[in-house]
């Protein structure tokens, strides 16, 4: 009886919705044709895989785990992981806390004007194509570059920054976090500001300063979005933004600089392997949701808040 008084509720809740779950329908149908449907491709990861054959069929060269051992056994495997890990872990640890801490500075800014311009210069580099904030980038670092010269001051021989491996992990991390910091900040700006401000009132009467209520008052209350956050950061921990780094890299560099989705492009996109390059992808993704399932499990334990 109580189930189905239960589903009848659902139907009409339903119902009472039914414009707003309507609008829902478009996007789910690009999910459906643009991430569900090219799915049917990790099938390649498992063959020999040659251009224009069929993914299944006669002429088929099922090859089973070749090439996840051939990635695992191979040359590059652990300067690949160990690169990926540092560098993304650098963008965790700033790029994942500068927008917290930006956000909760932002809210005690108490001139109105002055925090609407703080807002929008930051969020500008965010809407700057990757390719010009790495030209950017390459430019100003480069031997005769505005940084460069900056730093000669300090007493710092004049060099190209860009072919330096001890350099390239600060440059990366500092351009990633630069670019994102201000748009990541939205979400938790956003978040502070629906709290409710008696909550601060009855802090204020209580005797509590500014970093006593943004203590016990604003960090708990933009909790949850930090924890889903942190669960959605460390399942992408593999996947760095490699876009910036084909940018930004240089042969030179690639002891330290080449990760998982450089390796997967030159090989994949330029080189043709197109079936090793399948199993490499699958690897980071599975790999990745495992992280994600991980981090969800521990979050829930810890704050009782997670993904599900």
């Known amino acids: ?14 119902q009472e919705n ?16 643009f991430c569900y449907i090219p799915m049917y491709g990790i099938v390649i990861a498992f063959q020999d895989y ?36 540092v560098l993304s872990g650098l963008n965790l640890a700033f790029g994942f806390t500068l927008p917290i801490l930006f956000a909760l500075l932002l809210d005690q800014l108490r001139s109105l004007n002055f925090r609407k311009f703080v807002q929008t210069a930051s969020y500008m580099p965010y809407f700057i194509s990757t390719v010009i904030v790495a030209g950017m980038v390459i430019s100003f670092i480069d031997t005769n570059g505005i940084i460069t010269s900056l730093l000669t001051i300090f007493g710092l021989e004049p060099m190209n920054y860009r072919l330096s491996k001890a350099a390239f992990p600060a440059i990366y ?18 978040t502070i500001t629906s709290i409710d401000p008696q909550l601060y009132e009855a802090a204020k009467i209580d005797g509590a300063n500014r970093f006593q209520q943004v203590l016990y008052i604003t960090l708990p209350g933009i909790q949850r979005i930090i ?27 690639y002891e330290v600089a080449d990760v998982i989705g450089t390796y997967v492009y030159r090989l994949g996109i330029v080189g043709g392997e197109y079936s090793y390059t399948a199993a490499v992808g699958l690897f980071m993704a599975v790999i990745g949701f495992a992280l994600t ?3 969800n499990k521990v979050s829930n334990k810890l704050t009782d808040y997670g993904l599900w």
Request: aromatic share 14%.
């Open 173 to 190: 991390t500092v351009t990633n976090v630069w670019k994102g910091f201000g748009f990541g900040s939205i979400l938790y700006f956003a």
């Open 50 to 85: 040659i251009p224009g054959s069929p993914f299944i069929g006669e002429g088929v060269k099922w090859v089973g785990l070749k090439h996840f051992i051939r990635f695992v056994r191979g040359e590059y495997f652990w300067r690949l992981i160990r690169n990926t890990l």
């Open 1 to 14: 009886m109580v189930k189905i008084q239960h589903g009848a509720l659902e139907r009409e809740r339903i």
């Open 227 to 253: 924890a889903i956050n942190l669960i959605m950061a460390i399942g992408g921990i593999l996947g760095t933004n490699s876009d910036l780094i084909l940018l930004l890299y240089h042969p030179v560099t």
């Open 18 to 33: 039914i414009q707003l779950y309507s609008l829902l329908l478009p996007v789910l149908a690009l999910l459906f044709v």
């Open 293 to 295: 399932f991980a981090a």
